[in-house]
Nanobody, 125 residues
Framework: QLQASGGGLVQAGGSLRLSCAASGDIFSNWHIGWFRQAPGQEREFVAVISWRNSKKQYADSVKGRFAISRDNYKNTVYLQMNGLKPEDTAVYYC????????????????????WGQGTQVTVSS
């Protein structure tokens, strides 16, 4: 089960750090991702991290502003969001992609298995 937290209201240019806490084990071949969904839009990929080796990948729209990281001991993944823009306003979801073997990163929500409840991020201009 995944629990996302850390959302809120922030002015443009500000920062937030989202957390995704997993209850239960996370296995080395899993990927932990963040997606977001703005009102009236489809859910879109934001960032993903490998639990095995911390390799990361980001959507072009957040590169250089967002950073994904993990804490193995806490079974938690973080999304540090800096330089926030009004277009970052969305509900942010964390998700896991479970696999028994090493796989390439996926940007498609259909390939992820478990989803947290989402946390709202609102950026005012």
């Amino acid at each position: 089960q995944l629990q996302a937290s850390g959302g809120g209201l922030v002015q443009a240019g500000g920062s937030l750090r989202l957390s995704c806490a997993a209850s239960g084990d996370i296995f080395s071949n899993w990927h932990i991702g963040w997606f977001r969904q703005a009102p009236g839009q489809e859910r879109e990929f934001v960032a993903v991290i490998s639990w095995r080796n911390s390799k990361k990948q980001y959507a072009d729209s957040v590169k250089g502003r967002f950073a994904i990281s993990r804490d193995n001991y806490k079974n938690t993944v973080y999304l540090q969001m800096n330089g926030l823009k009004p277009e970052d306003t969305a509900v942010y979801y964390c998700t896991t992609r479970r696999s028994l073997v090493a796989t390439p990163f996926s940007f498609f929500e259909s390939e992820y298995n478990d989803w947290g409840q989402g946390t709202q991020v609102t950026v005012s201009s």
